[in-house]
């Protein structure tokens, strides 16, 4: 059962072209923007793999107990809380007149909540709902009370009577106000209480019913970057703006593997080079929640021994030398029958932020880590952000697929 608002509140002109082809689907422009910042956080005491690591089990075992009906062990909820790392930041004004927080998107959830730093404020718009909201992040949670408000995402984009968490309580969010969640609606299941059953529209969701955009997906830009913060960043609700990718925009159907299929999971496979097979055909996530690229642990062997990398373990992450960054093949992701380049640039680690990692200024590190698992567990990767920085990506609710295209970052050289 869904709660939320269906009704029409208005309308903007916006135009969108679905060409029904596999794999090829191009679109027509559909500019509702807003622009988005990449910040670094390194007052954690983990490093980025560590926390990284903690979302994946998390997101798995959570999937897993959701589909089995069994409450999460408390080893798993219990995980300590640690401040993300590396984050997107959206500027989301509430109520009215508009506070505006500053929240992480996040496309592994799908509650939307204020309160983890600035104190959130009602207005004449804001009303208390009878629920309670717990969410757990792996890294982090919130607990707090539900309030129905108005919610602006930008010029164009104010949504009427949006559920949104107000934390009475939360952990791993030092400097940011809480989380824009844009995954699929179901993740909200069992995060209200007395409402255990009940769904809670995604901002998404809104903006589609009330007739804002004319399709129920949202695209994401983001681009590669050595600085500590920068705008950098895009969300395009209802359409795509085709400035920020090139060529054709390829979609593949969410996986129906579990438990990647309770998040937005596709089926992939990766090589090395021309013919080096590093991971199989098998099913894991897209998650703008994640720092790194995430492969199973046989995977990440197979990475390991034919990059000739070391582990560093003050850092958590591969090293290489400069000769074999020199000589270093490009990873051929391919989804659906097409296949994606990720450069050797596009797998190492900005070189000018590795003082802020606990790195050495001179070594060359490599963005491509140990999901925690092998293979055939069922959510056996997660394509973090240093992937969704070189591939432009369409979430698309209403036809249950992720596109992908290239962009001018694809084969950058920034890091």
Do not use: C, H
Request: glycine fraction near 10%; hydrophobic fraction near 40%; charged fraction near 15%.
């Amino acid at each position: 059962m869904a709660r939320g608002f269906s009704s029409s509140f208005f309308s903007l002109l916006l135009a969108l072209t679905l060409v029904d082809a596999t794999p090829v689907v191009q679109m027509r422009d559909s500019r509702v923007s807003l622009s988005i910042a990449k910040k670094f956080n390194f007052t954690g005491s983990s490093t980025i793999l560590a926390r990284d690591q903690a979302r994946a089990k998390f997101l798995q075992a959570k999937a897993k107990a959701r589909l089995s009906g069994v409450p999460l062990s408390s080893d798993v909820v219990s995980t300590p809380a640690d401040n993300q790392v590396v984050s997107y930041i959206a500027e989301v004004g509430v109520g009215n007149p508009a506070k505006t927080f500053n929240l992480i998107i996040d496309t592994g959830s799908s509650n939307t909540w204020v309160g983890a730093t600035q104190p959130f404020t009602q207005t004449s718009t804001t009303r208390q709902t009878r629920d309670r909201l717990a969410v757990d992040y792996g890294s982090g949670f919130v607990r707090g009370t539900e309030f129905i408000d108005t919610v602006n995402l930008g010029p164009g984009l104010t949504i009427v009577g949006q559920s949104l968490g107000v934390a009475t309580s939360s952990g791993g969010f030092d400097g940011v106000d809480g989380i824009l969640g844009i995954g699929p609606v179901d993740l909200t299941v069992d995060t209200l209480s007395p409402d255990t059953t009940s769904t809670v529209p995604t901002v998404t969701d809104n903006l589609f019913a009330q007739g804002i955009i004319p399709e129920d997906l949202v695209a994401v830009s983001f681009e590669p970057s050595n600085s500590i913060e920068i705008v950098n960043g895009e969300l395009t609700w209802g359409g795509t703006d085709s400035s920020k990718f090139v060529g054709a925009l390829n979609f593949a159907p969410l996986t129906r593997t579990s438990p990647a299929s309770e998040f937005w999971g596709i089926d992939q496979s990766i090589r090395l080079g021309p013919s080096t097979n590093i991971m199989s055909n098998t099913a894991g996530i897209v998650d703008t929640g994640t720092t790194l690229m995430l492969i199973p642990t046989d995977a990440f062997s197979r990475y390991e021994r034919a990059t000739g990398a070391k582990m560093d373990n003050t850092v958590g992450l591969l090293k290489i030398t400069n000769n074999q960054f020199i000589s270093l093949p490009s990873l051929f992701f391919t989804i659906n029958g097409v296949t994606f380049e990720f450069t050797a640039n596009a797998q190492i680690f900005p070189r000018a932020l590795n003082t802020a990692i606990g790195g050495d200024p001179n070594s060359i590190y490599l963005i491509v880590g140990s999901v925690g698992t092998p293979s055939g567990e069922g959510l056996d990767f997660i394509n973090g952000q240093v992937w969704l920085e070189r591939f432009y990506t369409v979430f698309d609710t209403a036809n249950n697929r992720i596109g992908f295209a290239n962009t001018p970052f694809t084969t950058s050289n920034i890091n």
